[in-house]
C-alpha cells in the first residue's frame, strides 16, 4: 500500500514539472509572436514620423534627430540597434558601442524614405520580439512553482512517514497491554482482598465514572479572548522647505503650506460615478471638474504603492480645444498615452495629464516628445503660437490634488515668462520640505 502511494507521489510531481515546463515553453512562444507584432507596428511608427519630419525639415537637422532619439527614450528595451542613414552617409547609430551581451531575440526591419534627388533616408532597426527580461521572468515563475510542488510533495512524504511511524508504536503499546492483561489473568488465584475490598464489575465502572467527573472538574473553563478593534490612529506627518528646478533656469518661488490630504474614503466618495457626464465628445477628455477628484484617487493609490506620480500641464495660448487644429493636438496626446481617463480638458486652452509610475525626470523626457508633435500639428496649421508646460510630482509626499496642481500652475506661469525655457518642472526636497512645513505649523 506504502508503494503505491509513494509512486503516485512520484507521478504528480512528475506530471506536474512536465506541464509546467509545457506551460512555460507555450507561453513565451505567445510572447514571441505577441513581441513580432508589436516590434513591426512600433517600427513603421517610427518610419511614419520620420517620413513626416523629413517632408517639412528637408535634411536630418537636430530637430529631426529628436524623433528617434525620443523614441529611444521612451521605449530603451525594445531596440537592440537603430542607424539612420541619408544619401548613403550615417547620420544616427545606436547604440554608439556595440554591446555583446546577450539581451533576448530580435528582429531586423529596414525602410527608405525617397523623394526624387532631395531626399533618400534609409531606416534600419533591430527590435527585440522577446526581451531576456520576460525569458528570465518566465523561468523564474517556472523555478518557483516546481519548487513548490516539490516542496508540498516533500511536506506530504514526511507526513506519511510520521504517521507509519506513530500507527507502528500505536501496535507495540497494544501488544504490550494485551501481554500484561494475560500475566494478570493468570496471576488472579495470588491476590488477597479484605472484606472492605469487595470489587465488583459495577463498582469498577462507578469508580472510573468518577474519576472521570472529577478530571473534568479539573479542568480549567475556556474563557475566550476578546480583540481590540478599534482602530489606531495615525500620527500627523510634518514636510519641510520646497526646493524647485527645470530644464534650463531655475524655478524659484515656493507653494503655499500643506492642505489637508484627503483620507481614501473621502477620495472615493469624491470619484464621480456618472461616467457618461465624464468625457468630452469634442476632444475625447475628460472635463476639467473631474481633475481634482481623479489625481486625488490616483495620489492615494500612488502613496500606498509607493510609487511616484506627476501632473503635467499643457497651454497653448489662443488654441480653442474643439477647433480642427486643437482636436489633431487631442488626438496626438492621446496616441501618446492611451488612457484618456487621466487626461483632461485645461480651462479654456489647456490640457491636464496624469502621468502615473512617472517621476520628474521621466515627465520632463516624455515632455519633450509631446512638445515637438505639438510644434509640427501648429506649424501644418499655420499657426504662430507656441504651447509651454509645467510639471509637478508627489516625490514621496502625501499630498492633495489641489497642492500639486498648484506647484503644476506655478512651474506653468514660468515658462510662459521664459520663451528659452518652454518645460519647466518642479521639483521638491521632501527633507527640506518636511522642516519647511512643521515650521509652519
Not at 510533495?153 to 504490550?176: E, G, N, P, R, Y
Request: aromatic residues 10%.
Amino acid at each position: 500500500m506504502k508503494n503505491k502511494f509513494f509512486n503516485v507521489i512520484i507521478s504528480i510531481i512528475i506530471i506536474s514539472i512536465l506541464a509546467t515546463l509545457a506551460s512555460t515553453g507555450y507561453i513565451l512562444y505567445e510572447d514571441y509572436q505577441k513581441g513580432r507584432v508589436e516590434a513591426q507596428t512600433r517600427f513603421e511608427k517610427l518610419v511614419a514620423k520620420c517620413e513626416e519630419a523629413i517632408m517639412v525639415y528637408k535634411q536630418p537637422t537636430r530637430l529631426f534627430l529628436l524623433i528617434p532619439q525620443n523614441e529611444l527614450k521612451m521605449y530603451p528595451y525594445s531596440y537592440h540597434t537603430l542607424s539612420i542613414d541619408y544619401f548613403g552617409q550615417n547620420v544616427l547609430t545606436y547604440p554608439s558601442v556595440q554591446n555583446t551581451r546577450f539581451k533576448g531575440f530580435y528582429t531586423t526591419y529596414s525602410d527608405s524614405i525617397v523623394e526624387s534627388n532631395n531626399i533618400n533616408l534609409t531606416i534600419t532597426a533591430q527590435l527585440y520580439t522577446l526581451p531576456s527580461s520576460i525569458i528570465y521572468l518566465r523561468i523564474r515563475v517556472t523555478f518557483i512553482i516546481i519548487l513548490s510542488i516539490t516542496f508540498l510533495c516533500a511536506l506530504l512524504l514526511i507526513a506519511t512517514c510520521l504517521d507509519s511511524s506513530d500507527k507502528k508504536s500505536k501496535a507495540v503499546v497494544k501488544k504490550d497491554e494485551y501481554k500484561a492483561e494475560n500475566n494478570e489473568i493468570k496471576d488472579d488465584d495470588e491476590l488477597v482482598l479484605t472484606e472492605d475490598e469487595d470489587y465488583t464489575e459495577e463498582s469498577y465502572e462507578e469508580s472510573d465514572e468518577t474519576e472521570v467527573q472529577e478530571t473534568q472538574e479539573e479542568k480549567p473553563a475556556y474563557e475566550p479572548v476578546s480583540l481590540n478593534t478599534e482602530p489606531v490612529e495615525k500620527p500627523d506627518v510634518s514636510y519641510g522647505e520646497t526646493v524647485t528646478s527645470q530644464i534650463n533656469t531655475p524655478l524659484g518661488a515656493a507653494p503655499a503650506a500643506e492642505e489637508k490630504i484627503p483620507t481614501p474614503a473621502e477620495v472615493l466618495k469624491s470619484t464621480p460615478e456618472d461616467h457618461d457626464q465624464m468625457f468630452s465628445t469634442a476632444t475625447g477628455f475628460c472635463f476639467e471638474k473631474h481633475l481634482v477628484s481623479r489625481l486625488e484617487s490616483e495620489l492615494a493609490r500612488a502613496a500606498s504603492s509607493q510609487i511616484d506620480i506627476s501632473l503635467v500641464l499643457v497651454k497653448i495660448p489662443g488654441l480653442v480645444l474643439d477647433s480642427p487644429c486643437g482636436i489633431e493636438i487631442c488626438k496626438k496626446i492621446l496616441d501618446i498615452f492611451h488612457y484618456r481617463d487621466m487626461l483632461f480638458e485645461y480651462k479654456t486652452d489647456g490640457i491636464a495629464i496624469i502621468f502615473s509610475n512617472a517621476n520628474i525626470d521621466k515627465a520632463m523626457e516624455s515632455c519633450e516628445s509631446i512638445y515637438a508633435e505639438i510644434c509640427s500639428i501648429l506649424s501644418r496649421n499655420n499657426s504662430s503660437t507656441k504651447p509651454y508646460i509645467g510639471i509637478a510630482s508627489r516625490s514621496l509626499r502625501f499630498i492633495s490634488g489641489e497642492r500639486i496642481i498648484t506647484e503644476a500652475e506655478q512651474a506653468l506661469i514660468h515658462a510662459g515668462e521664459d520663451q528659452d525655457s518652454p518645460i519647466i518642472a518642479f521639483r521638491v526636497n521632501p527633507e527640506k520640505y518636511r522642516k519647511y512645513m512643521a515650521t509652519k505649523e
